[in-house]
């Protein structure tokens, strides 16, 4: 709208002054000017412009007679229109106008003109201002590469003292749009540390600042980043599976020049949880294992002296103890007279000695149990039994490492109720089922051979 012809554009704003309401005055549809009222005058410095902020300062107004100056205003998005009403000084006295609602770098014009009751003064000269574009960002910004798991950023401070803060913006290549991690305050900051980022992986960063006032500038320019990767993996692991009671470990040595020492997991299967078992410096280590054939699963990851460890999933190797030699065969088991003899074949080539353990029962519930060790040929002759007795006897195989076999079968033997044992006649052993008051159960009986030789016994 013309100034000639300015209409009303924005509802009146109620005003509670000492508990009355007053209505601010706006340009009236037919005005009458009045060409005696004074004209609004800008002193010698009376345009100020910012990059969000415009401030005009004009000469008193002493005439009695005015009441307050209307403001005009044209923005980029009203070319067409022209000037406009835009707001109300209600009173003579003042000098001053700011105008908050800008933009940085655009233009506008403006224009003034007093008011009295009923009537308004001539039009001010029209006021073209342009506001300041914003900021620059930091002048200089630079990288630090090759961090654990961290990027660090270093900048100049920016030299204006209306900066407040720094605002911290990353990206990856992957992404596109720019997203804000962080602001730091204080303009004398130079160093952000942008830390939890991926091993070996790309950042891209950029600055900008912010002023008190809120005024964000450009961003600076873009850095890139690059994250310390991870060391390079063992790549060759052996183990043993054939030494008793533990399992030697050994791999290749590793070639990183910041190497720290390695880490050794070990799990019971080889997709189970791993476990640190232990830290080291050289490239080898026995695992000592209380237990007979037992397997483990090992994994051996590199570590710097910044804690990245390598990856270790890729490379898994199975170790075993000296697993326990074959029990012996038991071919026969026969009661001589007053004698219990047993023979066996040997089942494994580690055997070097065995051992036998006789049970028996004394009374009705007193278990009674021996050990002959180191009998070192394939046969044994218990010459110490009772009438009437149930024995039961197993053997086992001991290598040269001590490792003890699991048991042979059990057989038992039960002797007869008379104090004098009668030699049986040499016929081939047999077997037979009874049940014995004791244990109520069906055990096997071996009878005598009577045509057992017994002199070279």
Known sequence: MKLSTLTTLFAASLLLLSGCAEVTPTPQEKVKVDKTLPVITLTKNGIITDMKTVAFEWKSITDPRVEGIYVYKKSPQGKEKGLEYYTTIDTRYSTHFVDRTVDPDT????????????????NSKVFVVNTLPVLQSVSWIHS????????????????????DSYIIERKTFEEKEWHQIDELFGRLNAEYIDSGLDDNRVYLYRIRVKTYDGIVSTPSQVVKAITKPLPKSITSITVSKDLPKKIEIQWSASKQKDFKQYYLYRSDNVDGEYELIAKLYNNHFTDKIDEDGKAYFYRVAVVDKDGLESEHDKNTVMGMTLAKPNPPEIVEARLIGKKIELKWDKSDPRTTAYKVVKKYKKGWFEEVSKEF????????????????????????????????????????????ESKEFIAAPKVKSTQETVVTPVTKKSETVISPDAELDLNGL
């Open 107 to 122: 233009k506008y014009s403006y224009a003034f003109r007093v008011f009295t009751e009923d009537a308004q003064g001539v």
């Open 144 to 163: 630090i590469n090759g961090l654990p798991r961290l990027a660090k950023i270093i900048w100049r401070p920016h030299l204006s003292e209306r900066v």
């Open 373 to 416: 060790k180191g009998i070192k040929k394939n046969y044994f002759i218990d010459t110490n039994i009772e009438p009437d007795t149930l024995y039961s006897y197993r053997v086992y195989s001991i290598d040269s490492n001590a490792i003890e076999s699991k048991p042979s079968i059990e057989v038992h033997i039960k002797t007869p």
